[in-house]
C-alpha cells in the first residue's frame, strides 16, 4: 500500500517495448560552427575580390547568402529536436509525440487491438508505418529510414504479439 493508499494498476506493469525516436541529424554543433566559418570565410574573401573589381553589389548578396545558409542550418537543428516516444505495456500501447515546439500529442491503444501496418515500395523498402486501431491510424516513425523502419516494425510487432499472449508468471525471479 502507497502511503496516500493510490491504487495504481498500471503502475506495477512491465515494459515489454520502449523506445524514444529522435530525427538524425549528421551535423553537430561543433561541425556546424566549422561550416559556418568556412563558408563565411569563402564567402568573405570571393566578396573582397568581386569588390576590388568594382562590383561592389556581389559583396552584399554573399554577405545575404551566408544569412541564409545561417538561417536553414537553424531551422533543420529546431526541427531535430522533435520525438516519438512508443511504449508497449501488456494493457497498453503509447505513442507520444512531441513536435520540435514543443506541442504534445498522446495516443493510449490497446495492444489486443492494434495491427500494425506498412506501405512500402518495391524499390525503397518501408515508406510508412501505422498503428491501426477502430478505424484510427496513427503514423509512428515517420523520420526514420527504410533499413530502420524495417527494424523498429520488427520489434515492435514482437512486443505487440507478446501482450497478446499476455503476462507470464515466473516465480523464480
Known amino acids: 500500500m502507497t502511503a496516500s493508499n493510490d491504487f495504481d494498476p498500471l503502475g506495477d ?102 495491427r500494425l501496418d506498412q506501405k512500402s515500395h518495391a524499390e525503397f523498402g518501408i515508406e510508412r508505418l501505422y498503428l491501426v486501431s477502430r478505424g484510427r491510424h496513427v503514423s509512428v516513425g515517420s523520420f526514420l529510414g527504410p533499413d530502420e523502419k524495417a527494424s523498429f516494425a520488427k520489434a515492435l510487432l514482437a512486443s505487440l504479439q507478446a501482450a497478446k499472449r499476455g503476462i507470464t508468471y515466473n516465480p523464480t525471479s
Open 13 to 114: 506493469q512491465p515494459k515489454l517495448f520502449s523506445a524514444r525516436l529522435t530525427p538524425h541529424r549528421s551535423l553537430n554543433r561543433t561541425g556546424f560552427l566549422v561550416l559556418m566559418a568556412f563558408v563565411g570565410a569563402v564567402s568573405f574573401a570571393t566578396g573582397i575580390a568581386f569588390l576590388l573589381m568594382g562590383a561592389w553589389p556581389v559583396f552584399g548578396f554573399f554577405g545575404l547568402d551566408v544569412l541564409v545558409i545561417y538561417w536553414a542550418f537553424r531551422v533543420n537543428f529546431r526541427r531535430g529536436d522533435a520525438s516519438e516516444e512508443i511504449t508497449v505495456t501488456p494493457s497498453e500501447l503509447r505513442v507520444r509525440r512531441i513536435s520540435h515546439r514543443g506541442h504534445v500529442v498522446e495516443w493510449v491503444l490497446n495492444p489486443l487491438w492494434v
